[in-house]
């Protein structure tokens, strides 16, 4: 599937933020928060192709189900929604309003300008999350479920 796709190319983005792989100059550092909340977006969207791209006979509650008992899911719709309704949720799956902050940056080179290290994390409620581990559960998760119902990512 090719929204599925999609989130594992932004996952392997995320995960080279952390490795500090990439070209950004320290000024340029909040570009990777930005691929944070691209990456849940994204993959909360694949909610949306399941849904649309439905071959395998799920029903729209199988869907939703498989969102209210994977607390991982829940915090990805919900940081997805925040970012593109400006905050504003009707209603949260996961009871909370969860959101992405700053944990820390470093340069990721001592011989080059070029190269920033960043982490991040998820509050929700009291709850403070890694945002690439949270990020990992919800490609594994969707990769689960999928593969049960014999839905193929090709």
Known sequence: MEQLELVNRYLER????????????????????????????????????????????????????FVRVNKSIQLCADIANRKKHCNRIKRSWSGNSPFICVSKHSSASMNSDLGVRSEF?????????????????CVRLWEEFLNERQVKST
């Not at 070209?23 to 691929?35: A, G, I, N, P």
């Open 14 to 65: 995320l995960k080279r933020v952390y490795r500090g792989e990439n070209y950004l100059v320290w000024e340029d550092r909040k570009f990777h928060q930005d691929d944070f909340y691209s990456f849940f977006v994204h993959c909360n969207h694949l909610r949306d192709w399941v849904k649309e791209l439905n071959k395998f006979g799920l029903t729209n509650s199988d869907i939703d189900d």
């Open 121 to 137: 994390s998820v509050l929700s409620g009291s709850e403070t999350i890694d945002a690439l581990d949270l990020a990992c559960m």
